[in-house]
């Protein structure tokens, strides 16, 4: 079993930056790929970041690519999301999330075993 608790999620004007933590706990951290989910009010949980066990590969949705950026520290078994030129588009709960299934992060968030509990993230414009 892996916990995951994320932090750092708070009200941000257009324009700020926030930065989101993810702490894991139980099972090997490194071992699995990391990702960041979204959901807004009334949408799907939508993928925003993944990132491989060694750090060496990410991906981004679309909409994020360029203002967001995800990494990890796996001796402190913490995965970041660092967001700038927040929109309001982007206020959503956010989710950390983990996968020993896949290799590469992948959009589907079926292909992730365990989820924390979100942290809010809201965007005034």
């Known amino acids: 079993q892996v916990q995951l608790v994320e932090s750092g999620g708070r009200l941000v004007q257009a324009g700020d930056s926030l930065r989101l933590s993810c702490a894991a706990s139980g099972r090997t951290f490194s071992s699995f790929i990391m990702g960041w989910f979204r959901q807004a009010p009334g949408k799907e949980r939508e993928f925003v970041a993944g990132i491989t066990w060694s750090g060496g590969s990410t991906d981004y949705a679309d909409s994020v690519k360029g203002r967001f950026a995800i990494s990890r520290d796996n001796a402190k078994s913490t995965v970041y999301l660092q967001m700038n030129r927040l929109k309001p588009e982007d206020t959503a709960v956010y989710y950390c999330?983990?996968?020993?299934?896949?290799?590469?992060?992948?959009?589907?968030?079926?292909?992730?075993?365990?989820w924390g509990q979100g942290t809010q993230v809201t965007v005034s414009s």
């Open positions: 999330a983990a996968s020993a299934r896949i290799r590469i992060p992948d959009y589907r968030r079926l292909l992730y075993d365990y």
